[in-house]
C-alpha cells in the first residue's frame, strides 16, 4: 500500500467536533470561532486573535493597520507559498522577493537590509519548514514584521514562542498547514497596541470574513492536540535524520542555538538528480514531492526578481523534496521510510 506525502492528522476526536457543529446547525462564524480565539490566544500568550477565511484575509487586515501607500513594497521570501505573491498584488501594493539560504531556506539578515534600501516597507517573514530564524537580528532592523508561522507555529526561542515577535503573526489552518481547520488563518497581535489597530477594523468586518464554526471545531481540537502530535513527529524526525546521516544527502539545518524548531516536514536537500529519487521512492510504495512546489518561485521563476535574484530559492525548489512524516503514519511505515532515506542514490 503506498505512504502517501501528506496528512492532516484528523482523527476521531476532530471528527467529533465537526460533527457535533453539524448536529447544532451552527456551521457559520459564531460560538466556535471565538472559543478558538480565546485557545489561540492564551496558547501564544497575546493581546489579541482574530480568526478568518483565508490567510489573504489576515494579510489584507495586517497590512491595512500600517496605512501604506498603494505600491508600497513588501517584501517576502522565494520560498513563501505563492498566495502570498497574488494577495501582496491584489491589494495594490508590490511584492520584494528574496532570495534565501541554502542551509536552511530561510531570508538572511543582510538580504533584507538590501531589500530595505531598495524601498522594503514591510517584511513579511516565512518561516520555511518550521525554521525560526534569529529574531533579535531581524529586530534590530527596524522595520514591521509579519510573521507567516503557519509551518512553525509550534517553534519557539527560550520562552517566547514563533508568532510573537513581530507586529502581527499569521497562523495559516489550511489542508498542509502545521495545524488545520481545513481552511483558515488566525490573525495574531502580540502587543496591545496593535491589537487596538486591528480591532478597529476587526469591529467593522463582515461575516463572511469570519472563520466558520464547522472550521473553527477543527482547529480547536488540533491546537489542543498540538503538544502530543509534536512529540510523536519530532520522535520520526530524529529516526529519519539518524536514516539520513548514513547516505550522502542532507536535511534543513537550523539557524539558530537555542532555539526549538517545529517538526512541519522532512525535506531532504538532493545531491543527485530528483528524478532518480522519486523512481527510486516510488518503487518502494513512498510518496513523494518537490517540498517547495507551492513556492513563489515556483510559480513566479521567469518573472522579475524571482528569476533574477533568487538563485538560491531556484536550486532549492529543483533539488528539495519532502518525505511523508506525520502522525499518522505509524511506527511501521515510519521506520519503513527510514530505511529508504539511509539508501536514496
Not at 54 to 82: C, G, N, V, W
Not at 94 to 110: A, F, I, K, R, Y
Not at 230 to 241: D, F, H, L, P
Request: with cysteine; proline share 4%.
Amino acid at each position: 500500500m503506498k505512504i502517501q506525502l501528506y496528512s492532516s492528522t484528523i482523527r476521531r476526536k476532530e471528527m467529533d467536533a465537526v460533527l457535533s457543529c453539524l448536529v447544532e446547525e451552527k456551521t457559520g462564524p459564531g460560538e466556535l470561532n471565538l472559543r478558538l480565539v480565546q485557545s489561540v490566544k492564551e496558547y501564544f500568550g497575546v493581546s489579541g486573535v482574530v480568526a478568518l477565511r483565508s490567510p489573504a484575509l489576515a494579510l489584507k487586515y495586517a497590512l491595512k493597520t500600517f496605512q501604506l501607500e498603494q505600491d508600497s513594497k513588501i517584501m517576502i521570501s522565494a520560498l513563501a507559498p505563492d498566495w502570498q505573491y497574488s494577495a501582496i498584488v491584489d491589494l495594490g501594493y508590490v511584492p520584494m522577493v528574496l532570495d534565501v539560504s541554502l542551509s536552511n531556506g530561510l531570508v538572511e539578515v543582510e538580504t533584507i537590509k538590501q531589500g530595505i534600501l531598495d524601498g522594503g516597507k514591510i517584511l513579511l517573514y516565512h518561516e520555511t519548514s518550521g525554521m525560526l530564524p534569529n529574531m533579535e537580528d531581524l529586530l534590530e532592523l527596524g522595520i514591521p514584521i509579519i510573521e507567516d508561522i503557519s509551518q512553525s507555529s509550534l517553534a519557539s526561542i527560550g520562552e517566547k514562542k514563533a508568532g510573537t515577535f513581530g507586529v502581527f503573526s499569521i497562523l495559516g489552518l489550511e489542508e498542509r498547514d502545521l495545524l488545520t481547520a481545513g481552511g483558515g488563518a488566525c490573525l495574531i497581535a502580540p502587543l496591545s497596541r496593535d491589537w487596538a489597530a486591528l480591532r478597529n477594523l476587526v469591529e467593522k468586518m463582515p461575516l463572511t470574513d469570519k472563520l466558520p464554526d464547522i472550521n473553527a471545531a477543527l482547529a480547536f481540537v488540533q491546537l489542543k492536540e498540538s503538544a502530543k502530535n509534536e512529540e510523536i513527529r519530532k520522535g520520526m524526525y530524529e529516526m529519519y535524520m539518524r536514516s539520513l546521516m548514513q547516505g550522502r544527502h542532507k536535511s534543513l539545518v537550523s539557524a539558530i542555538e537555542n532555539g526549538n524548531q517545529a517538526v512541519f516536514s522532512f525535506p531532504v536537500l538532493l545531491e543527485s538528480g530528483m528524478k532518480d529519487v522519486k523512481q527510486y521512492a516510488a518503487k518502494k510504495e513512498i510518496e513523494i514531492a518537490p517540498a517547495f512546489e507551492n513556492s513563489v518561485v515556483a510559480f513566479r521563476s521567469e518573472e522579475g526578481e524571482a528569476a533574477e535574484k533568487c538563485i538560491n530559492a531556484k536550486s532549492m525548489f529543483l533539488r528539495c523534496v519532502n518525505f511523508p512524516l506525520y502522525p499518522m503514519l505509524g511506527n511501521a511505515q515510519a521506520s519503513k521510510i527510514a530505511k529508504i532515506l539511509a539508501t536514496l542514490p
